[in-house]
C-alpha cells in the first residue's frame, strides 16, 4: 500500500508562484516514477508533469512546460511541483500519483496510487 499526501497548495494572484508537494510511504518510492495531474471544475483530469525514478528525465503538458518544473528528493519520498508564472486556467485541483513503471508517463493508467489533491486557485 502507498499513501500520498499533497500540501502546498492555495491561493495566487495571476503571475505568482506556488510550490506543492507531495510525501510518499509505502512501496518503495525511489523506483517508481512520479506524476502530477490536474482536474479543473466541469474536466477531466489530465497529466501536468512527470519524473523518472531517479529524477533525471521529466515530462510536461505543452502548456505548463516553460513554467513549471517537477522535481524528486528520494531521500525524503517527496515529489515537488514549482509553479512559476501562474494563470487563470492553472486553477484545479492538483494530485500526486505514483506510477507502476519507473519511467515517464502521461497515461493515468500506469499510475496505481493517487493523493486526495491540494486546491491551486489562480486569479485574475
Known amino acids: 500500500q502507498v499513501q500520498l499526501v499533497e500540501s502546498g497548495g492555495g491561493l495566487v494572484q495571476a503571475g505568482g508562484s506556488l510550490r506543492v508537494s507531495c510525501a510518499a510511504s509505502g512501496r518503495t518510492f525511489s523506483s517508481s516514477a512520479m506524476g502530477w495531474f490536474r482536474q479543473a471544475p466541469g474536466k477531466e483530469r489530465e497529466f501536468v508533469a512527470s519524473?523518472?525514478?531517479?529524477?533525471?528525465?521529466?515530462y510536461y503538458k505543452d502548456s505548463v512546460k516553460d513554467r513549471f518544473t517537477i522535481s524528486r528528493n528520494n531521500a525524503k519520498n517527496t515529489v515537488f511541483l514549482q509553479m512559476n508564472t501562474l494563470k487563470p486556467e492553472d486553477t484545479a485541483i492538483y494530485y500526486c500519483?505514483?506510477?507502476?513503471?519507473?519511467?515517464?508517463?502521461?497515461?493515468?493508467?500506469?499510475?496505481?496510487?493517487w493523493g486526495q489533491g491540494t486546491q491551486v486557485t489562480v486569479s485574475s
Open positions: 500519483a505514483a506510477s507502476k513503471l519507473n519511467s515517464i508517463s502521461r497515461y493515468p493508467d500506469d499510475y496505481d496510487y
Open positions: 519524473i523518472s525514478w531517479n529524477g533525471f528525465i521529466t
